[in-house]
């Protein structure tokens, strides 16, 4: 028993010996290292905020689109993100049943007087949409 908590005190020694080892050789001191509860290790207050307010992006895909009218014009396929990390577009399948002969439309968000907690699509209806080229996602 002696033995494996002597082996078990050398091994968490070196453990700390190598941590302050790399620790010091980024240049950081003991100053600079993060303080439990002080860091912001994930969202900021203000993030948080926004977070609370938002919706779930797994909620929204495969949710019936509307027009004004409250007539379901499509469902929400997807939802395409930019580089610089906003939604930009929404993919609408407006046609088939279970995926077969499905039409996708790419629709700007900005063009969604909401777009959730039920999506509604000013202005449009079914035939329009279908109407409009076919959305493709890039293979590769």
Excluded at 18 to 41: E, H, R, S, V, Y
Excluded at 123 to 135: H, I, R, S, V
Aim: aromatic residues 4%; hydrophobic residues 50%; charged residues 20%.
């Amino acid at each position: 028993m002696k033995t494996k908590l002597t082996l078990a005190t050398r091994l968490l020694s070196l453990v700390l010996a190598l941590c302050a080892c790399g620790f010091a050789a980024n240049g950081a001191t003991a100053q600079d290292a993060p303080i439990a509860g002080k860091a912001t290790l994930g969202v900021t207050v203000t993030e948080a905020q926004v977070v609370a307010t938002g919706w779930r992006a797994s909620k929204m895909i495969h949710s019936d689109v509307y027009n004004e009218k409250n007539e379901k014009i499509g469902r929400v396929d997807d939802l395409i993100v930019a580089p610089n990390g906003s939604l930009s577009v929404a993919i609408i399948d407006v046609g088939g049943f279970l995926g077969v002969a499905a039409h996708r439309v790419a629709i700007p968000v900005q063009q969604f007087k909401q777009i959730a907690p039920k999506a509604i699509l000013v202005g449009a209806n079914k035939d329009a949409l279908k109407k409009l080229p076919e959305f493709e996602y890039v293979k590769g």
